[in-house]
């Protein structure tokens, strides 16, 4: 066996552990992603922006945070992240972002058909026409 055929089969072993070691790589990063996506896939996200006449903030933000507690009683609503979103100098209201995390979409659609039209009028009898409210669902990437 010559030296250069020596060297040729060194450099093929060389890269034939590399690409071993990269493929168990990525194939543990693939099993972690396909756990992690399993865990979340049925995780939905329930957005609502609150937009709120800023003389009424200051007793809105109490009364979200209490209305927060509340949505979490709700069977499926698994967390709650309240934003302030930030707003132009010229905004005459004050922005709230809520997203609620769901254990499922069934678990939304059941709030929504039972739940929430109560929860609406409630907060339209408390705050009358000094907010608006626009909601969203977001879903995790498959």
Known sequence: I???YMGTLSECLFFF???????????????QWRLYSAS???HVIYEVNHFVDKEVASEYLPW???HVKSMLTHEGFVSAD??????????S???ICCQYRLASKEALDDYIANQAWEKRR???????G?????????????
């Not at 552990?17 to 099993?31: G, H, I």
């Not at 934003?83 to 100098?89: G, I, K, Q, T």
């Open 2 to 4: 010559n030296a250069e």
């Open 93 to 95: 209201r004050t922005a």
């Open 64 to 66: 979200l945070r209490d």
């Open 122 to 128: 409630a907060m339209a009898r408390r705050f009358g």
């Open 17 to 31: 552990a590399m690409f071993s070691r990269l493929l168990v790589s990525t194939r543990l990063c693939a099993r």
């Open 82 to 91: 309240v934003l302030m979103v930030e707003a132009e100098e010229t905004d």
């Open 40 to 42: 979340v896939s049925q």
């Open 130 to 142: 000094r907010f608006t409210a626009t909601r969203r669902v977001l879903h995790p990437l498959p």
